[in-house]
């Protein structure tokens, strides 16, 4: 089983930048692809970004431009460095994997940005 705990959120104002990280612990051989969501208030939970073993990388169109995903294998973390951030990047924001079976939801790291 993997375990997956999320950091790094925060409160900025608009055009601030914030880096999220993402310790998986556990049974990390079995992590192939893996990504970062989030959830606003209200809304359904969406995949923002996501990477690859062979480091490929995936981003909704909202944030390509803006966010930038990067793995290291040999410490079992993803980050999500967040520049030029919006209103409406306020989430709660998840790592998981992006294909196969979801792994159990780790609870996240709220990020709020004021305009």
């Known amino acids: 089983q993997v375990q997956l705990v999320e950091s790094g959120g925060g409160s900025v104002q608009a055009g601030g930048s914030l880096r999220l990280s993402c310790a998986a612990s556990?049974?990390?051989?079995?992590?192939?692809?893996i990504g970062w969501y989030r959830q606003a208030p209200g809304k359904q939970r969406e995949l923002v970004a996501g990477?690859?073993?062979?480091?490929?990388?995936v981003y909704a169109a909202s944030v390509k431009g803006r966010f930038t995903i990067s793995r290291a294998n040999a410490k079992n973390t993803v980050s999500l460095q967040m520049n030029s951030l919006k209103p409406e990047d306020t989430a709660v924001y998840y790592c998981?994997?992006?294909?196969?079976?979801?792994?159990?939801w780790g609870q996240g790291t709220q990020v709020t940005v004021s305009s």
């Open positions: 990477i690859n073993s062979g480091g490929s990388t």
């Open positions: 998981n994997a992006i294909a196969g079976t979801l792994y159990p």
């Open positions: 556990g049974s990390t051989f079995s992590i192939n692809a």
